[in-house]
Antibody, heavy 122, light 106 residues
């Protein structure tokens, strides 16, 4: 069974740091782009960052550039998101997602993990 | 940035009825569009990719159509488990999500 399990969320003060992890199982992790997507409480979905199979390409939404770093360890089947200089507006559930190639026009997020809540508050 | 506008914001229907959800893009996204379903307390699930293709394991009552700027997700006959929030997503130019349509029981 394909599974993604996030961890590392919690309460952090503004300006603080947090590192999220996503453990993958049931598929060849090193063969897929991976993404982080977040959802503020009661709000919609926002893509945050993604990373190529070998880690050589990384992309970020403008609002987190310079503050967040995505990385992966293919030997450990794990995806990470290092979050620094956290702001109140970063409060959200953070999901990791596999970018699945269905042989069509693009890759799509399938599946998603269950998410981990990050709360930035003093 | 391509903006996706979903309508209606809330749709109230009864089980067995047909649901039609709309997603409009601020500029053409060709067929680089997907639909996701999210139930309370759960992660989103991919339903439709490339505008009209069902993802693995998705029931045939779900169908997608459209290209360019106007897209539709249709649920032919609502089951109790279909009441949820639905999001569209484009990957034509970076990636953005719509704000969601809440499908609620009437």
């Amino acid at each position: 069974e394909v599974q993604l399990v996030e961890s590392g969320g919690g309460l952090v003060q503004p300006g603080g740091s947090l590192r999220l992890s996503c453990a993958a199982s049931g598929f060849t992790f090193s063969s897929y782009w991976m993404s982080w997507v977040r959802q503020a409480p009661g709000k919609g979905l926002e893509w945050v960052a993604n990373i190529k199979q070998d880690g050589s390409e990384k992309y970020y939404v403008d609002s987190v550039k310079g503050r967040f770093t995505i990385s992966r360890d293919n030997a450990k089947n794990s995806l990470y998101l290092q979050m620094n200089s956290l702001r109140a507006e970063d409060t959200a559930v953070y999901y990791c997602a596999r970018e699945m190639d269905y042989g069509g026009n693009s890759d799509w997020f399938d599946p998603w993990g269950q998410g981990t809540l990050v709360t930035v508050s003093s | 940035e391509i903006v996706l506008t979903q309508s209606p914001a809330t749709l109230s229907l009864s089980p067995g009825e047909r649901a039609t959800l709309s997603c409009r893009a601020s500029q053409s996204v060709s067929s680089y569009l997907a639909w996701y379903q999210q139930k309370p307390g759960q992660a989103p699930r991919l339903l439709i990719y490339d505008a009209s293709n069902r993802a693995t394991g998705i029931p045939a009552r779900f169908s997608g159509s459209g290209s360019g700027t106007d897209f539709t997700l249709t649920i032919s006959s609502l089951e109790p488990e279909d009441f949820a929030v639905y999001y569209c997503q484009q990957r034509s130019n970076w990636q953005t999500f719509g704000q969601g349509t809440k499908l609620e029981i009437k």
